[in-house]
Every structure is written in structure tokens, then in C-alpha cells.
Nanobody, 123 residues
């Protein structure tokens, strides 16, 4: 079992920045690939970004590439999502997730999920 807790969400104006954190407890954090997903109002949950176990490789949705940066600190059992140049369409609940699989883009391959943190971008 892995318990995941997101933090750092909030309300910011368009063009602003936020940093989300995902703290993990339980089994060895470095065994898991980690991802961020988001779900906007009346939308399906969608992939945002992912990072490999050893922080070697990162993956991004086209919609956030160049604006968001995913990172992890295995010593602190924590993953981050630095979000910049935020847009109203980034408004969503953001979830972190952990996977033993390397199928990073597929939400169905993630075994553990946090409860989510709300990000709201005003225009």
C-alpha cells in the first residue's frame, strides 16, 4: 500500500504560478513511477505529467509542455509539480498517482491515488 497526499492547490490569477506537492507514505517510494492527472468540471481525468522511478525521464501532456515541470525527491518521498503561466483551462482537481508500470500516460495503470487538490485559475 502507498498513501498519497497532495497539497499546494489554490486560487491564482491567469499567468501566475503554483507548486503542488505529493507526499507518499508506505512502501518504498522509489519503486514507483509517479504521475499527475487532473479532472476539470464535467471532464474526464486526464494525464498531465509523469516521472520515472529514478527521476531520469519525464513526460508531459502537450497542453502543459513548457509550462509545467515535474520532479521528485526520493529521499523525501515527495513529488512536485511546478506550474507556471497558468491559464483558466488549467482549472481542475489535480491528483497524484503511483504506478509499478511504465505505461505513464495510462491512468488505468496507476494503482494508488491521492484525494486531489483543487487548482482554480481566474481570468
Amino acid at each position: 500500500q502507498v498513501q498519497l497526499v497532495e497539497s499546494g492547490g489554490g486560487l491564482v490569477q491567469a499567468g501566475g504560478s503554483l507548486r503542488l506537492s505529493c507526499a507518499a507514505r508506505g512502501r518504498t517510494f522509489s519503486n514507483y513511477a509517479m504521475g499527475w492527472f487532473r479532472q476539470g468540471p464535467e471532464k474526464e481525468r486526464e494525464f498531465v505529467a509523469a516521472i520515472s522511478r529514478s527521476d531520469t525521464n519525464t513526460y508531459y501532456a502537450d497542453s502543459v509542455k513548457g509550462r509545467f515541470t515535474i520532479s521528485r525527491d526520493n529521499a523525501k518521498n515527495t513529488m512536485y509539480l511546478q506550474m507556471s503561466s497558468l491559464k483558466p483551462e488549467d482549472t481542475a482537481v489535480y491528483y497524484c498517482a503511483a504506478a509499478l508500470s511504465s505505461d505513464y500516460y495510462n491512468k488505468n495503470r496507476y494503482a494508488y491515488w491521492g484525494q486531489g487538490t483543487q487548482v482554480t485559475i481566474s481570468s
